[in-house]
């Protein structure tokens, strides 16, 4: 195989119009099982107790408490599989195949039963409008498990270089982590300062949250499929507060650009995809639009940030 084939298979092309029904279904999938982990884990600041993450064959919520015990749930998308395990070693499996939400949510909720950890949800999703409730939602059925897999393989990709860029930061940050909300792969960089309260108003979330969320001030990227004003996939950096000087300020690679609609630098996908070297073509737009919102803001870079990792203690 070409190096140029292998890297195109490594950063798949991933066409909004050709999977966007796929992605509508997946969305409440995430949503239904993230709300699984919401419900049972304690709060954590910044709502990071509701994230999946990224692992080697899909999606998981991590390990979930339950009384003593613990499940997980997670989604493989190499064999089509959404797989529940629990500490003392029982399982369930349902396919990931087209189905309607309301199909999936009543199976999950049965198989969380079988295993004696029942979870009850509020049974909406956020985030969207118009937000039908899970158990009614059959408008939803689709699944093509060739996009899914693609979607998934550009979130490890995505999850790695975004590794390497988060250990150059030594300040608060965030864990890399997928928001089934919003349906992004995400990091954030805070400066220590806190921030005025946000406005809220997003569509079916509750404006408490967006404001504890948002809490402190934070230069914030990561990866969206796209949908809206945006009808592609991206790579995207916004800061909040949104300092002067921040939409003017120069970003890479020359495809980058600041989107006066939804107030954040965006880059195409493709961008990153075709590029003869996507690592660093990602981690240029990272680091720039960071240093955008850093610089405007005259955070204390120098006690934030380190130039090189520690030796690896060998």
């Known amino acids: 195989m070409s190096q140029h084939a292998a890297r195109i298979e490594t950063w798949p092309s ?26 049972q884990t304690p709060w954590v600041n910044h709502s990071w107790h509701v994230p999946l993450y990224v692992t080697s064959r899909g999606l998981t919520t991590s390990p979930i408490p339950h009384g003593q015990r613990t499940f997980e749930i997670a ?10 395990t629990t500490s003392d070693g029982t399982s369930r499996t349902l396919a990931l195949a087209p189905r309607a939400v309301a199909d999936f949510y009543q199976d999950l909720m049965s198989a969380l039963a079988e295993l004696a950890v029942p979870v009850r949800i ?7 409008d118009p937000a039908i409730p899970f158990a009614q939602d059959r408008e939803h059925t689709a699944y093509d498990g060739e ?8 979130l490890l990709q995505t999850d790695r270089v975004m590794k390497t860029f988060r250990a150059r930061f030594i300040g608060k940050c965030s864990p890399i982590h997928f928001f089934w ?6 990091l954030t960089r805070f400066s220590g300062r806190t921030a005025p309260p946000h406005p809220g108003g ?16 934070v230069s914030s990227c990561g990866f969206w499929p796209g949908g809206g004003p945006l009808p592609m996939p991206v790579f995207y950096a916004y800061a909040y ?13 020359a495809q980058a650009s600041y989107n006066t609609d939804l107030h954040e630098f965006v880059l195409p996908y493709d961008a990153v995809r075709t590029a003869a070297s996507p690592d660093e073509t ?18 204390d870079r120098a006690a934030l940030e380190r130039e090189s990792t520690p030796p690896d203690g060998r």
């Open 14 to 39: 991933l066409p909004l119009a050709e999977w966007q029904d796929t992605y509508a279904t997946l969305h409440m999938w995430t949503q239904i099982v993230g709300k699984v982990r919401l419900i």
């Open 75 to 84: 989604f493989d998308f190499v064999d089509h599989r959404l797989v529940v």
């Open 122 to 128: 509020h049974a909406r999703p956020n985030e969207v």
């Open 147 to 154: 996009y899914a897999n693609r979607f998934w393989r550009i």
């Open 181 to 186: 909300g919003s349906f992004d792969l995400a």
């Open 202 to 217: 997003v569509p079916n979330f509750p404006d408490w949250v967006a404001r504890e969320a948002y809490s402190h001030e």
């Open 241 to 253: 507060p949104e300092p002067s000087g921040f939409a003017t300020a120069p970003a890479r690679p």
């Open 282 to 299: 990602l981690l240029a737009f990272l680091q720039s639009t960071y240093e955008a919102a850093a610089d405007n803001a005259h955070w």
